[in-house]
């Protein structure tokens, strides 16, 4: 439980802190996209200003009254050709002319002094003050942006200045320069109602109209003590305004300009984003906190209703563990009842194996002696066959019963199949009353199995005598097997009358014999014992078909694993 | 050619009268500045500015003889066109007094104005069709800069002169100036904006004066 608490606060601080570094760098990628895109319009108007007044400046009547001593000319020719420019003008039809308005120009002299206007009412009224700060220690060689503050009827002013030089069409030096002042820019997108402050810091001081002078004279100091006259150009800090923190973003307006640092200033108040993360974390803890605590009663339930039925578990696994003492005990002894039948068909089978081959060498010795009656000799040598069979019978049987006792173990290895069906399908030729059976093969010449070659081929060999046996004569056997991914499959088919529908179950059971006339010799042990060991290989025995002349069986043997290399 | 040829004949013409009474003769050289290609006859010269100077390409020069005479009772008509963007003669030297008419030969509007302390004037724009022909009297001598309003790169001269006796070099900088009063003047050349040489000359009637500016 409290492992759980401890962890779910973590989490909770962690996700928390996250949220609070992601929402502060949300804002200020907000704000940087916001003062990039108000760069860039302000650039693409300086670029459309100084374009402007570039076309002004090559005017041939400015240039002449430059050129050819008559600056009396000067102001009057640039009075018509900046007439459209000026405030009072006609502005031309479709254009915003708002923005592009100019308040005031002067021209300066090749020194960089303002050359005096003969009427400023017809140039733009400008305070001494202001008109002086226009002026260049040196004209400058390229167009300069500016930011002039200014009063006008009391009123602030800001003014964006734009130097354009000219040089002389006959000399190609510089000779004056044009210097105009245009109304600030005053996008009309800012948003309202967020609280954003926009100004302008130049030389300084901070023109920010909509913020009261008490206010503004703190926050300039407060900027004055940040060194932003240095190589950045664009930056942010936090500044209080009325004791509010405020979030100020700062970008140069005019980089390599002659004319005084001035900076676009975007102040955001940090007071409503605060609250809202003041807010926010307030939402996170809270609904941390109930999830807590709705997880610990939901859990008490859940155990609650768990905890019944183990209850009822452990009562009835009581009783079952009664119940399975006596099954075992059953078991035990059943198991006992088994080994003992095993161990006496095993003894049974070695203490009838030896009186077999004493008959039997009894038998082969009287069939070498001769002076018997002819029909003695046959007598003895059906004895002698039957005594074969026996010795057949027990050694199945000792096999069956260690199978039965679970002692025959099988050492595993490939044993080449293909070669063992046909070492015994010549075995099969060479039997003397073989009847006239015709055989076909159709298996590779090499088809590894895995087993223990001994019982592998007793069981090739069962099926293939079953197939001989129980063949007819002018008859065929057909011999085929392949190999799948895990196995390989022996098919072994005959003609000769099938196996009666009834008896096709019980074919592999023990002593059965599939109710064959008892010409055909055969203990009913052969296919049990061959399933028993196909199945000790991890392979089986079916009986695929046995119908209309023809019966075949299938064995299916575990595919040998390729041989380890021997280097490893 | 034609109109500079017609222009330089106008002025051989226009001073035949004067040649009948008085007959002095002024022949000589100017040396002109080297110029950049090589003088081609035929080749359109106009007007150059280089290092403030203003000049014609190919270089040529204006010889006149400076004195004290009388303004001619109705001065003669000469004519400044505006033709394929440039003012064609691109250097006119006239007498005080004279009118300058100013044909515009293009298709287009150009609005000829000057600036130059020897006469101020602004004709506007105008068409080609415009009549009567744009034109200004030229009372002050003095170098008069000819501009465009619309067409910035234009650049034409007037030389305004106190004398009825001047003539225009060819490339070479050959010049022969008939038909002068005797006494004793000075013979003036105008070869740039900046450059004027002159050299004092007596002449006498029936006698051809040889004189060289180097």
């Given at each position: ?486 196995h390989v499959l022996l098919t072994i088919g005959n003609t000769g009358c099938p196996i ?69 | ?171 070479e900088g050959r010049f022969r100036l008939r038909g002068l009063p005797p006494g004793q ?12 040489r002159e050299k004092p000359v007596a002449l006498k009637n029936g006698e051809t004066l ?5």
């Amino acid at each position: 439980m409290v492992v759980v608490s401890v962890l779910t606060a973590l989490g909770l601080y962690l996700a928390q802190r996250n949220i609070t570094a992601n929402a502060e760098r949300d804002l200020q990628q907000e704000f940087q996209t916001e003062l990039s895109s108000l760069h860039r319009l302000q650039e693409l108007r300086h670029a459309a200003l100084v374009e402007r007044c570039r076309i002004l400046a090559e005017k041939p009547r400015i240039h002449a009254a430059l050129e050819d001593n008559a600056l009396d000319l000067l102001y009057p020719s640039a009075k018509d050709e900046l007439r459209d420019l000026m405030e009072g003008g006609e502005p031309a039809p479709g254009q915003a002319a708002s923005t592009l308005r100019a308040r005031f120009y002067r021209f300066l002299d090749s020194t960089g002094a303002v050359l005096p206007p003969p009427n400023s009412k017809d140039v733009g009224i400008l305070s001494k003050a202001a008109e002086a700060e226009l002026a260049f220690n040196k004209l400058p060689d390229q167009q300069q942006i500016g930011y002039l503050p200014d009063t006008d009827s009391g009123k602030e002013i800001l003014d964006e200045v734009t130097a354009v030089p000219i040089f002389s069409t006959e000399t190609g030096d510089l000779i004056s320069a044009l210097v105009v002042g245009f109304k600030p820019f005053e996008p009309v997108t800012r948003r309202a109602g967020t609280g954003i402050l926009s100004g302008t810091w130049v030389d300084g001081r901070l023109h920010l109209p909509s913020l009261s002078k008490p206010a503004r004279d703190v926050l300039a100091a407060e900027i004055r003590g940040v060194p932003m006259n240095t190589d950045h150009t664009q930056n942010n800090f936090t500044v209080h305004i009325n004791g509010a923190p405020h979030l100020l973003f700062y970008k140069r307006l005019n980089p390599n300009s002659l004319f005084p640092a001035a900076y676009e200033i975007c102040v955001y108040p940090l007071a409503s984003w605060i609250a809202q993360l003041h807010q926010l974390r307030w939402q996170i803890g809270g609904g941390g906190m109930a999830l807590l605590l709705g997880g610990f009663v939901a859990s008490h339930f859940v155990a609650g209703r768990f905890s019944k039925p183990m209850e009822q578990l452990a009562v009835d696994s009581e009783k079952n563990r009664a119940r399975r003492k006596r099954a075992e005990a059953a078991l035990a002894s059943t198991s006992e009842k088994l080994k003992r039948s095993t161990r006496y068909s095993a003894g049974a089978s070695h203490q009838l194996k030896s009186p077999v081959a004493v008959l039997r060498a009894g038998l082969e010795s009287l069939l070498a002696r001769e002076g018997f009656d002819s029909k003695i000799y046959e007598e003895l040598s059906a004895l002698l066959h039957q005594t074969h069979r026996l010795a057949g019978v027990i050694d199945d049987l000792l096999l069956l019963s260690r199978m039965d006792a679970g002692h025959l173990e099988i050492a595993s290895e490939p044993v080449n199949l293909s070669q063992l069906i046909d070492e015994w399908l010549d075995d099969l030729s060479a039997v003397p009353d073989s009847i006239d059976v015709k055989i076909e093969k159709d298996f590779p010449i090499e088809l590894n199995v895995a087993g223990e070659k001994r019982y592998t081929s007793l069981i090739v060999q069962n099926l293939l005598e079953n197939a001989r046996k129980y063949n007819r004569r002018g008859g065929r056997i057909r011999v085929s097997a392949q190999q799948n991914a895990d196995h390989v499959l022996l098919t072994i088919g005959n003609t000769g009358c099938p196996i009666p529908r009834e008896a096709q179950p019980h074919i592999f059971d023990r002593f059965h014999r599939g109710g064959t006339g008892s010409s055909i010799s055969g203990h009913g042990l052969g296919l049990n014992l061959a399933r028993d060991l196909a199945r000790l290989h991890g392979g089986d025995i079916a009986l695929l078909r046995s119908e209309n002349d023809w019966t075949e069986f299938q064995v299916r043997f575990p595919v040998a694993q390729p041989a380890p290399d021997p280097a490893s | 050619m034609g109109l500079r040829g017609s222009a330089c004949f106008n002025a051989v013409l226009s001073l035949l009268p004067i040649s009948a009474l008085a007959d002095a003769v002024v022949e000589g050289r100017v040396e002109l500045p080297k110029s950049h290609s090589a003088p081609v006859v035929v080749k359109r010269y106009e007007i150059v500015t280089q290092g403030g100077v203003l000049s014609t390409q190919p270089p040529l020069a204006v010889v006149y003889l400076e004195g004290a005479f009388p303004k001619p009772k109705s001065p003669p008509t000469k004519q400044v066109a505006q033709k394929d963007l440039a003012f064609l003669p691109p250097l006119l030297p006239i007498q005080t007094g004279t009118r300058v008419e100013f044909p515009n030969l293009d298709d287009t509007y150009h609005s000829v104005f000057s600036y130059s302390p020897a006469k101020r004037f602004d004709l506007g724009r105008y068409r080609p069709e415009e009549r009567p022909i744009p034109s200004e009297a030229f009372d002050t001598a003095g170098l008069v800069t000819l501009r465009c309003d619309i067409h910035e790169h234009m650049r034409g001269l007037i030389l305004v002169l106190n004398t009825p006796y001047f003539v225009m070099t060819d490339a070479e900088g050959r010049f022969r100036l008939r038909g002068l009063p005797p006494g004793q003047y000075t013979l003036k050349a105008w070869i740039d904006s900046k450059t004027t040489r002159e050299k004092p000359v007596a002449l006498k009637n029936g006698e051809t004066l040889h004189v060289d500016f180097p």
